[in-house]
């Protein structure tokens, strides 16, 4: 049953762009469908999550990841009375802005986006659902719902502050209340985010060797989710082990985030998606004792994982990949495909080509990335190795 303080789609603020409605999707629907379509979502195949995406069939890629967010956050949604295809689309968006390479990728794109304003992937996001995507007759971008682009910009929280350009050019259109919290579809969405990462990254390490089954069992929370394997299944083989360790971790933390945001919205008795939104804090959350332990959590994956020696040197060498395919570009337009020649043209300054270079090494994949880098700069052949984490 949909609580009354769920995001109602037969209330929604409507679409920049006005259009006729599907008689059998409902708008949220609709934004999931159009999302999944896009050029960028298919992207996510070929674009890092920890590990670079050609060094293994088994290790997460964004695509995999933003899947497995859209699920959690469909589950945590359903119970706590919420629009599921609100919070489904939402998740399904949350990475479109991704650079190649990760956060690695971002760090690079953004250092050398400084004196243009600067790089952020989250409002790369919704620049790209917003403009990049230009496939429709009457519109650039997918003219998704006042709600689903609410979601993709704020899902974090409140956008304080320097507001990123590529955010700033679109709430200038078409006001978001960037002030204000999102709805709790969203933010469902977000700790979905933090859950799925959080375990899959575990199960990627040890996957890929950089820390023992062991090492992971004095964790906090996982030593009891591996006390309670042994106590039900004594002998059980290594790898079936740590899969009903890692299962009942992923369980803790679903069940902690329903139990403590039932109780955030019980003591708020919200009556509408409004006072959601103007709570002054966010409703789903983390319990305090399950976050402190998750930041151990993270610590550990931190230093063993993204930051461990094989890690650093895969950062360097990505790192200048993007350094220089950056001014190769700015001094080498006509390397563009055909499609953004148009606005190459219609650039009227340095920032303007800045942004639309930038634009186009964000939507590359890693493996893009890689060819490029060889055809256009030369150079070695790619190293393996994981060179990312969250």
Known sequence: MTASYATDPANARGRLYAE?????RSPFQRDRDRIIHASAFRRLKHKTQVFIEHEGDYFRTRLTHSIEVAQVARTIASTLGLNVELTEAVALAHDLGHTPFGHTGE??????????GGFDHNAQ??????????????WDGLNLTWETLEGIAKHNGPVTGSIPYALADYNSRHDLELHTHASAEAQVAALSDDIAYNNHDLHDGLRAELFSTDELAELPILHDCFTR???KYPGLN??????????????????????VSQRNLTELNPATVHDIRHAGRMVVQFSPDLWADLKVIRKFLFERMYRAPVVVEMRVVVTQMVNDLFPFFMENTDELPKQWRKDVADAPDKIALARIVADYIAGMTDRFAIQEHKRL???EAMPAGVIDGS
């Open 238 to 259: 290594y790898y079936r082990r740590r899969h009903e360790a890692l299962r009942r971790f992923f369980g803790v933390l679903v069940e902690d985030v329903i139990t």
């Open 229 to 231: 394997v042994d106590a």
């Open 125 to 138: 996001a919704l620049h790209i659902v917003t403009n990049l995507e230009r496939h429709y007759a009457e």
């Open 20 to 24: 006729e409605e599907s008689y059998f």
């Open 107 to 116: 760090d690079a794109l953004n250092a050398l986006m400084q004196p243009y």
């Open 377 to 379: 700069i030369g150079g």
